[in-house]
C-alpha cells in the first residue's frame, strides 16, 4: 500500500529443528531453517548467502543470529544482523542489537537494544563513452 517490498522471504523450508529439541553449539546452514526448539550457540548462512531463518512461536536462540532474511516469533537473546529482510512478529522478543535494511515490526513484538539501519549497496552504474569515429 504505502511502497513496494524489496527483499521476499523465501517460502521453501529445508532444514526443521523440532520443538523439544536443544541444540548447544554454532549452526550454518542454507536455504531455509525452521526454528522450533532451542539452539545455545550462533546461528549462520553458509558463506554468507542469502538464506532464510524462521523463529518459531516457542523457539529459542542465545547466540548471535546473522541470515540474510529472517522472521522472528519466539526469543532472540544476542544481536541480530539481517542485511536484507527482518519481520518481528506479535511475540517476537528480541534482546540484543538490531541490525537490518529492511524491517517489519508487528505490534506485540519486543526489541531491548539499538535498531541500527544500514543501508542498501548501491548499484554499480556503468558508463560507456561513445567513440566518434
Same mark, same amino acid.
Given at each position: 500500500?504505502? !511502497? ?10 529445508d532444514?526443521?529443528?523440532?520443538? !523439544?529439541?536443544v ?5 550454518t546452514?542454507?536455504?531455509?531453517l $525452521?526454528?522450533?526448539?532451542?539452539i545455545? !550457540?550462533?546461528?549462520?548462512? $553458509? ?8 523463529v ?11 541470515v540474510?532474511?529472517?522472521?522472528v ?6 544481536p ?5 529482510f ?6 517476537? $522478543? ?9 524491517i517489519?515490526?508487528?505490534? !506485540? ?16 552504474v ?7 569515429n
Amino acid at each position: 500500500m504505502f !511502497g513496494k517490498k524489496t527483499a521476499k522471504v523465501q517460502n521453501r523450508i529445508d532444514s526443521l529443528i523440532g520443538a !523439544g529439541t536443544v541444540i548447544i553449539g554454532d549452526v550454518t546452514f542454507s536455504g531455509g531453517l $525452521r526454528v522450533d526448539g532451542e539452539i545455545i !550457540g550462533n546461528v549462520g548462512s $553458509r558463506d554468507n548467502l542469502s538464506a532464510t531463518l524462521v523463529v518459531s512461536e516457542n523457539a529459542r536462540i542465545q547466540g548471535s543470529v546473522s541470515v540474510s532474511h529472517v522472521v522472528v516469533n519466539g526469543a532472540i537473546l544476542g544481536p541480530v544482523q539481517a542485511p536484507e529482510f527482518l519481520e518481528l512478529q506479535a511475540k517476537a $522478543r528480541v534482546t540484543g542489537d538490531v541490525e537490518y535494511t529492511n524491517i517489519e515490526i508487528h505490534l !506485540g513484538a519486543v526489541i531491548q537494544g539499538r535498531l541500527v539501519h544500514q543501508a542498501a549497496p548501491a548499484k554499480t552504474v556503468e558508463l560507456k563513452l561513445a567513440s566518434k569515429n
